[in-house]
């Protein structure tokens, strides 16, 4: 069993003011897909550096299958990483560099032989094996660095943003790969990024860091539907969640985005007469060139066909949104639409404190 169970980690850096990490507690199953994703500087790579034993927590606990990790060296903690920079010996052919960590542990030849020839074949590096790095694409040498972190049968594989030296085409292939090939082997994984698409795709559960915090952990579908606070919505998603300031009228049936009206869902009865924002989803705002009853005006401002979709850029009484229509739809810079919203995709945030109103 390698489940990972981390307690109210901190971290300071010398001559830091700010925590790296501030008490930071994870749960992650055994063989789970666990993303920290967050933007830059929000710790993810401190935890995932404590994790390997890279860096030593100023407090709190961190361990690997029931046994305390927190003080031990890498070596010692059966783990595996995968990072950003190949991190290949560049002078040592393909198949060398594959079973180096074999190697380390002293298995014998034949046996390293075979679990080479394994990996490479997982990763589709069969023809390459006595080639130098230098002679393989950014692509190859990342998947290099991949099948030299699972030959070792660790415990827990690391992986720090294992494709973002990757171009966009190549990323996006290698990422199902790489999901295909965790999921096979069931290995415990945790992979730090700040690319949210990447975090949904691959997260059995997605961590979304903030400031040393994790601001909110869930399944990829709960941190996208149901953010905790704007910062999360904000952050994940493409477009990003809109908001949008609207009141919730006296007798709590009603909310108000300037001089127009909308029902307001059952949840709003308990923040009557209050000030909130409300949050919704590009693709959750319905869009018609005809008024229905309920809907909102909005006037046009940007057009964007996108292929399967058009994204509209549009003005609700001073307010901007992103609204996605279907790829049919015909409008134009200054026309008024209209929009309908669901009640079970709004979402609602505290104006002050910018948390998810329950
Ligand atoms: P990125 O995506 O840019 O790598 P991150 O989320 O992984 O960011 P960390 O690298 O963990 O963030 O950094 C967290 C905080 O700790 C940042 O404020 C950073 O400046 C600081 N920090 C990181 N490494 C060091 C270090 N070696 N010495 C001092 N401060 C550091």
Redesign the pocket.
């Known amino acids: 069993m390698a489940d990972i169970s981390i307690s109210n980690l901190v971290k300071t850096?010398?001559?830091?003011t700010?925590r790296?990490?501030d008490d930071v507690s994870l749960e992650i199953a055994d063989g789970d897909f666990t993303v920290l994703l967050?933007?830059?500087?929000?710790?993810?790579?401190?935890?995932l550096?404590m994790l390997a034993g890279l860096e030593l927590p100023d407090s709190g606990s961190i361990s690997i299958g029931g046994r305390d990790v927190t003080y031990l060296p890498p070596n010692k903690r059966n783990i595996s990483m995968v990072f950003q920079s190949y991190a290949v010996f560049p002078h040592r052919s393909v198949r060398y560099n594959i079973g180096f960590g074999l190697q380390m542990a002293k298995m014998p030849k034949s046996d390293i032989e075979k679990k080479v020839q394994w990996a490479a074949e997982l990763l589709q590096l069969g023809p390459y094996l006595d080639r130098l790095p230098a002679q393989l694409s950014g692509g190859q040498r990342q998947r290099v660095a991949v099948a030299r972190a699972i030959v070792v049968d660790a415990d827990v594989l690391l992986m720090d943003?294992p494709l973002s030296n990757l171009d966009a085409l190549l990323r996006l292939n290698f990422r199902s790969e790489l999901k295909k090939i965790v999921q096979d082997l069931g290995t415990t994984t945790v992979y730090?990024t700040?690319d949210q698409s990447e975090a949904l795709s691959l997260g059995d559960q997605v961590a979304v860091?903030r400031k040393?915090r994790i601001a909110q952990l869930g399944g990829p579908l709960d941190v996208y539907d149901a953010p905790s606070d704007r910062f999360v919505g904000g952050f994940i998603g493409s477009p990003p969640m809109n908001f949008i300031d609207a009141a919730v009228t006296a007798d709590g049936d009603t909310l108000v985005v300037g001089d127009q009206k909308l029902m307001a869902p059952s949840l709003l009865r308990s923040f009557k007469a209050s000030d909130i924002v409300l949050g919704v989803r590009a693709e959750n705002v319905a869009v018609g060139t005809q008024r229905s009853s309920g809907d909102i005006a909005a006037t046009v401002l940007v057009v964007e066909p996108m292929g399967s979709t058009v994204l509209l850029t549009v003005d609700v009484e001073g307010q901007t949104l992103k609204v996605q229509a279907p790829p049919t739809f015909r409008t134009a810079p200054h026309q008024t639409i209209w929009l309908s919203f669901s009640p079970n995709t709004m979402r609602f945030y505290d104006r002050e404190t910018s948390m998810a109103l329950e």
């Open positions: 850096y010398p001559g830091g700010e790296a990490t967050g933007p830059s500087g929000c710790g993810k790579t401190t935890l550096r943003e730090v700040h860091m040393g």
